[in-house]
């Protein structure tokens, strides 16, 4: 915890850092009896109410999708070995009830809310399903719940959704029932980063809603570093996902002059690396994806404009990550034609959908953008893809994955996602491969991006 600490404290004083990390014996709830209805059983939802049951707290899970129930009773979901054989134990034990039913919630003593806040196709925040299950949440409250709010949104979601409408329902918010915001931290496919080691804010409408929420968060992490309002949690987790978003766009920006320069834009990375203050590491890619990168900064930049605020840095990195599929398309015609090739009729293999390695997640994912690009521009577009069976582009185009490549086959292998104990041998004997992860060694002859 030392580490920590040293880590919190690098923009602050050690005692006041000390004074807000509510360590495990501050963050828990103790004895008591405790139920949870975790709302929305997505890739944090689920993880969240697998991690409840793991310290021992039974509760249900609400999800208004019906095919989404049905994957997690099968067990037809996207989790690590640990969390899948922890979620059939639950479903087994009866201590994990799933429904589509949010009346329900009325039974438990603590909700969590963590449903998913996508943008549209005009990056503009669609908080539709946030708005519905806050007032289902709302709807069924009563007096003795904790609402926890994880869902990353623009500053003042808690209070608009959640407090006001409590208020005037007749709870009093820090007396009736406790209100607070708790942004979810779950990096999908990185056994490193695993909840319970991962530091969680809490930031509550009063000093109470803070105490209660940090002790419901604290049954999934042995870390709660308490903020003064929800409205200082939402913009802290804002701006962390601003700072990624910066930086990969930076990172791009820095391979890119690499490419100008003849240099390798990994070695180059690696040993600015080396410097142990004031540098961390960002990797030049394809794109960025998932759910939380390429969309979260949309909820600041909507928010901003609304109010007639600039944030000229911030857009322009946004803008370079949207821009950055059509680079790596451009990248590929240049290569095609220094082969004495061409795009057009091009038979071009996509290696890899996902948005991260290890993962089936495809919210996001540059690779889609990529494949709709390379067959707008005339290319016979495929993909392998072993954790992606299929997928949809933008414009509604399903595709299968090829199951066995054969190098020969393609004009030109793009890699785009190399997952962990997957064999791409295959790619050495494709004549082109353009390499978008800048560390692909299974062909000698790849060019990067």
Known sequence: MAGLELALAVNGPLDDVRSRLLHRSAARPGTEPLSVGVVGLGYVGLPTALGLYARG????????????????????????????????????????????????LSDVDAVVVCVPTPVDRHRVPDTTALRAACTAVVQHARAGQTIVLTSTSYVGTTREMLIDPLQRKGLRVGVDVCVAFSPERIDPGVPAHRQRETPRLVGGETPRCTERAARLIGYLTDAVYAVSTPEAAELAKLYENVYRAVNLALANEIADICGHLALDPIEVTTAAATKPYGFLACFPGPGVGGHCIPCDPHYLLWQLRTAAHPAPLIEQAMTAIAARPRRVVARAVELLADTGGSLRGARVLVVGVSYKPGVRDLRGSSALDILAELARRGAQVHYHDPLVPDCTLPDGTRLSGETDPQGADWDLALIHTVHPGVDYGWAADCPRVLDATYRFDLAPHRQIV
């Not at 509760?59 to 129930?69: F, K, N, P, Q, T």
């Open 57 to 104: 707290v039974p509760g249900i899970g609400v999800d208004v999708s019906a095919e989404r129930l049905a994957a997690i009773r099968t067990g037809a979901v996207d989790l690590p070995d640990d969390d899948r054989a922890a979620l059939a134990d639950a479903l087994a034990a009866g201590g994990l009830r799933l429904t589509d039913d949010p009346a329900l």
